[in-house]
T-cell receptor, first 110, second 113 residues
Framework: QKEVEQDPGPLSVPEGAIVSLNCTYS??????FMWYRQYSRKGPELLMYTYSSGNKEDGRFTAQVDKSSKYISLFIRDSQPSDSATYLCAMETGSYIPTFGRGTSLIVHP | GAVVSQHPSWVICKSGTSVKIECRSLDFQATTMFWYRQFPKQSLMLMATSNEGSKATYEQGVEKDKFLINHASLTLSTLTVTSAHPEDSSFYIC?????????FGQGTRLTVV
């Protein structure tokens, strides 16, 4: 079993839909949780960063962490075609060396 | 957020030559930087951890003599792919941590012909 599991997709949704992206993990030492967006042939861009359990909202994005279930989510409201990208979850123990999921490919069609 | 700049964004080189990739932290000092390799539709694979003023730490299976890392200052780390071969063609990305999160460079697409 990998430390971080993430469905690669692709996930295809219509414009305006609410998107739910998820990761599960097995290492209970993970304390910091991140979501990155990666466009093709570009480096990952940090979207959300959370510490411990709870919700964090930033514009159309909401990150949710449930440490008891070892489950994190990223919600995108009012999705746009420009949101089409690969979304990577990442988590770390505080060592500054993140462990990444394999990424979920999201396609938002007009 | 913190800015990490990587150069070049793409490079084509002949088999047997060496290629240097630079990674700079523009608005913060990074004692540690990381180098990743990414294959199409795959996640990031950590190659090595670059430490300022000391030797890099390589992940298992990564040839240290082939992928030379130098971290001479708090804002610059370089990755040199020596005697490149077509199988080294890939997308290389650096990152540095600031404010508790990892920030990535734009990536370098290396094609060895």
């Amino acid at each position: 079993q990998k430390e971080v599991e993430q469905d690669p997709g692709p996930l295809s949704v219509p414009e305006g839909a609410i998107v739910s992206l998820n990761c599960t993990y097995s290492n209970s030492a993970f304390q910091y949780f991140m979501w990155y967006r990666q466009y093709s042939r570009k480096g990952p861009e940090l979207l959300m960063y959370t510490y411990s359990s709870g919700n964090k909202e930033d514009g159309r994005f909401t990150a949710q962490v449930d440490k008891s279930s070892k489950y994190i989510s990223l919600f995108i409201r009012d999705s746009q075609p420009s949101d089409s990208a690969t979304y990577l979850c990442a988590m770390e123990t505080g060592s500054y060396i993140p462990t990444f999921g394999r990424g979920t490919s999201l396609i938002v069609h007009p | 957020g913190a800015v990490v700049s990587q150069h070049p964004s793409w490079v084509i080189c002949k088999s047997g030559t060496s290629v240097k990739i630079e990674c700079r932290s523009l608005d913060f000092q990074a004692t540690t930087m990381f180098w990743y390799r990414q294959f199409p539709k795959q996640s990031l694979m950590l190659m090595a951890t670059s430490n300022e003023g000391s030797k890099a730490t390589y992940e298992q299976g990564v040839e240290k003599d082939k992928f030379l890392i130098n971290h001479a200052s708090l804002t610059l780390s370089t990755l040199t792919v020596t005697s490149a071969h077509p199988e080294d063609s890939s997308f290389y990305i650096c990152s540095a941590s600031a404010q508790g999160a990892a920030f990535f460079g734009q990536g370098t697409r290396l094609t060895v012909v």
